[in-house]
C-alpha cells in the first residue's frame, strides 16, 4: 500500500481509524490556552487538518477557520464537514496564506509529518509569518527519546455490517532524524477479513531539540498531554502539549 493511501485511497476509513478520538475536549484545551495566553482573535488555522473535525468545534466556538492538506480527497470530506470554512491544499512546511491569523493549530501529533528537522524549520518559520502578533501555535508532539518501540494502540468498531480494527504504533530506530508511525487496518465482512499495512516518516526530535528550534520565535510553554485539564508537563513523560506565543 503506498505510503499515504490511508489519506487517499482509504480516507473514507480515516474517521473510523480516529472515532475514539476526544474531538470536543482536544478542540476546547486549545480554545481556552487561546482564551488565556493569545491576542483575543478569532481567525484560526488548522495544519495537517484531515477531515476537519476539529475545525467543527473551533467554527462552533466562533472562529473563523480554515484548514491546509496534502491529501486532496481528506480535504473534500473536511468541505463537506464544514462548508463555512476555507480549505487548502498546501504542504505545512511551506504554506502562504493571503491573510495572517490569531491561532494556528496542529492535532494528533501532526507536526511529525515535517519529515526532517529542516522541514520542521520551515514549517515553524511558515507559522511564524502567518500569525498575527501574539498569536498562538499549539499542537502535540512525542520526544524521540521516549518512544517504546513494542508499544501500540489498538481499537476496533462496527461500520455498515463490517468490523474494523486498527493499529497504530511509533516506531525509532534510536538513532538520527526519522521515526516512522506504523499504522494498520483490518476490516472483516462475512468472515472475509482484508488488510491494509501503512508506514509513514516522520521527524524524529526530542523536546530540547524542538525547544531549541520554537525559541528563537516564540515563547513556550509545555503542557501535560491531558485534554481534560491544563497543567505543567513533568519533564519525564514523552508526549506533550506546545503552547508557542508569537514575539
Not at 474517521?15 to 493569545?38: E, F, K, W
Request: proline letters at 4%; aromatic letters at 10%.
Amino acid at each position: 500500500m503506498p505510503s499515504n493511501a490511508l489519506y487517499t485511497d482509504l480516507s473514507g476509513y480515516y474517521d473510523l481509524m480516529c472515532c475514539d478520538i476526544n474531538y470536543p475536549a482536544q478542540s476546547n484545551t486549545v480554545h481556552r490556552l487561546h482564551q488565556l495566553l493569545g491576542n483575543g482573535g478569532k481567525n484560526h488555522l488548522d495544519l495537517a487538518c484531515g477531515t476537519g473535525p476539529h475545525i467543527r468545534h473551533f467554527i462552533d466556538y466562533g472562529y473563523h477557520s480554515s484548514g491546509l492538506d496534502l491529501n486532496q480527497p481528506m480535504l473534500q470530506l473536511a468541505q463537506a464537514r464544514c462548508p463555512e470554512a476555507v480549505f487548502m491544499l498546501q504542504n505545512m512546511c511551506s504554506f502562504t496564506l493571503p491573510q495572517p491569523v490569531d491561532l494556528v493549530t496542529c492535532f494528533l501529533y501532526s507536526i511529525h509529518y515535517s519529515a526532517s528537522i529542516t522541514q520542521l524549520q520551515h514549517c515553524i518559520t511558515s507559522v511564524y509569518t502567518a500569525l498575527n502578533a501574539g498569536g498562538i501555535f499549539c499542537f502535540n508532539a512525542v520526544d524521540k527519546n521516549k518512544i517504546c518501540n513494542n508499544s501500540a494502540v489498538r481499537h476496533n468498531t462496527a461500520h455498515m455490517g463490517s468490523h474494523f480494527e486498527f493499529e497504530s504504533s511509533w516506531y525509532y530506530s534510536g538513532s538520527g532524524e526519522q521515526q516512522a508511525l506504523k499504522l494498520s487496518i483490518a476490516k472483516t465482512t462475512a468472515d472475509i477479513t482484508q488488510q491494509w499495512r501503512d508506514q509513514h516518516t516522520m521527524v524524529a526530535i526530542s523536546f530540547a531539540e524542538l525547544n531549541a528550534l520554537l525559541q528563537p520565535y516564540f515563547d513556550v510553554e509545555m503542557l501535560a498531554h491531558d485534554y481534560e485539564k491544563i497543567q505543567p508537563w513533568d519533564t519525564t513523560t514523552g508526549n506533550a502539549l506546545f503552547v508557542c506565543t508569537k514575539r
